[in-house]
């Protein structure tokens, strides 16, 4: 199985200031079709995931642009360029290429 | 608006069974790769089972290999999750992905004796 490993597991920041997490994978997640079935993922206190990135860069409907998605092969990376208040909760890595698919242990961030 | 509705979890003893179901609305349904996740109180989310648009292919996690069947209806616009032989470990909040972009709410089932 593939495995995600995130860093930092928690991360405290400054309101205004940037965040970085990472995501590395076990294997490549380049799929035979030449797609990276990698996903960003932000849970906020007491509501379902919501998708932010697909395919490590394309960010979704209604992801404001200080979020950004960046890598390839088996480093990967989310950036804030400025935190804000709305921005608290566990982010998720997630790969789809390889069964089982599977999530790397989130990155609890707050303020 | 893609909109998922999850119902049928609870409470259920150590080896019983419960069905899961995810109503659609909002999208074409029949188009999309359908997924039951989960997430044990205060974890991280975990992939259960997954099915393709027609239904024809399944895929399961190791952990609930033989016990659990993942099912659609698309004429109904529907998603199930048969669960037998329920453990502990298998409580969790299980949510409905269409997708894997949207998501239902979640619904809570316990094992528990």
């Known amino acids: 199985d593939v495995v995600m490993t995130q860093s930092p597991l928690s991360l405290p920041v400054t309101l205004g200031q940037p965040a970085s997490i990472s995501c590395k994978s076990s294997?490549?997640?380049?799929?035979?079709?030449?797609?990276?079935?990698f996903s960003w993922f932000l849970q906020r206190p007491g509501q379902s995931p919501r998708r932010l990135f697909s395919e490590v860069s394309k960010r979704d409907s209604g992801v404001p642009d200080r979020f950004s998605g960046s890598g390839s092969d088996t480093n990967f990376t989310l950036k804030i360029s400025r935190v804000e208040a709305e921005d608290v909760g566990v982010y998720y890595c997630m790969q789809h290429g390889h069964w089982p698919h599977n999530f790397g242990q989130g990155t609890n961030l707050d303020i | 608006e893609v909109q998922l509705v999850e119902s049928g979890g609870g409470l259920v003893q150590p080896g019983g069974s419960l069905r899961l179901s995810c109503a659609g609305s909002g999208f074409k349904f029949s188009s999309y790769w359908m997924s039951w996740l989960r997430q044990a109180p205060g974890k991280g989310l975990e992939w259960v089972a997954h099915t393709r648009p027609d239904g024809g292919d399944k895929w399961y996690v190791d952990s609930v290999q033989g016990r659990f069947t993942i099912s659609r209806d698309n004429t109904k616009n529907s998603l199930f999750l048969q669960m037998n032989s329920l453990r502990a470990e298998d409580t969790a909040v299980y949510y409905c992905v269409g997708n894997v972009a949207s998501w239902g709410q979640g619904t809570l089932v316990t094992v528990s004796s």
């Open positions: 294997q490549s997640l380049v799929h035979n079709d030449g797609h990276t079935y």
